[in-house]
């Protein structure tokens, strides 16, 4: 992978709406795709992770993501976001037969309005 | 419960000091990673370890090195500290075999202003 893009720095979302965050990567080959989150203070933990098969994938906390070979694309969604998801969101991805190395985007902040 | 530590989690520093920053992970886990995290930048790793006494340098080695005496401790060093190395510093674990390898364990980090 040559670079990752998480289209927003920022969303803001009022409680109990539901929230997408974009990713895209840019890749000719097979690749892994992760999301991990970082809540205030936080490290960061492993949200979900598409390796292969189904292209929808399902992560803790009620969130899911959506793989899409042609768009290059893995985007996050939650259908009804909680004050709990306020966190840092990174997606980051590796090309399958890569070395160890992931390519990480520069996240985006979940903010969410009461 | 699995588990990172980093030993500081705020550390202020002098120009030009010798900075040590500790990891310590108790899941038997082969690769260990540094990361510097910026706003807007995201993750950039500095250095990889995937064994004992073992190293990799990552995306931006240059002013950092690294230690790995013990399979469960990485330890990243600043010979000689600068402004622009103020930052979070993140350190990850994970197994060794694809794709566990790409599922990493943080830490909590550790802010690290050099004034």
């Known amino acids: 992978a040559q670079s990752v893009t998480q289209l927003d720095s920022q969303v803001p979302v009022f409680e109990e709406a539901p929230v997408e965050l974009r990713c895209n990567y840019s890749s000719s080959v097979s690749v892994y795709l992760f999301w991990y989150v970082q809540y205030p203070n936080q490290g960061l933990q492993l949200l979900l992770k598409?390796?292969?098969?189904s292209t929808l994938v399902k992560g803790i906390n009620g969130f899911e993501a959506e793989f899409n070979k042609s768009q290059t694309s893995f985007h996050l969604r939650k259908p009804s976001v909680h004050i709990s998801d306020t966190a840092e969101y990174f997606c980051?991805?590796?090309?399958?037969?890569?070395?160890?190395?992931?390519?990480w985007g520069a996240g985006t902040k979940l903010i969410i309005k009461p | 419960d699995v588990k990172v530590t980093q030993s500081s989690r705020y550390l202020v520093k002098r120009t030009g000091e010798k900075v040590f920053l500790e990891c310590v992970q108790d899941?038997?886990?082969?690769?260990m990673f540094w990361y510097r995290q910026d706003p807007g930048l995201g993750l950039r790793l500095i250095y990889f370890?995937?064994?004992?006494?073992?190293?990799e340098k990552g995306d931006i080695p240059e002013g950092y090195s690294v230690s790995r005496e013990k399979k469960e401790r990485f330890s990243l060093i600043l010979e000689s500290a600068s402004t622009n190395q103020t930052s979070m510093y993140l350190c990850?674990?994970?197994?060794?075999?694809?794709?566990?390898?790409?599922?990493?364990?943080f830490g909590p980090g550790t802010r690290l202003t050099v004034t």
């Open positions: 980051a991805v590796s090309e399958v037969d890569s070395n160890y190395q992931l390519i």
């Open positions: 370890s995937y064994d004992v006494k073992m190293k």
């Open positions: 598409y390796l292969s098969g």
């Open positions: 899941m038997d886990h082969e690769n």
């Open positions: 990850a674990s994970s197994r060794r075999d694809r794709p566990y390898y790409y599922e990493q364990y």
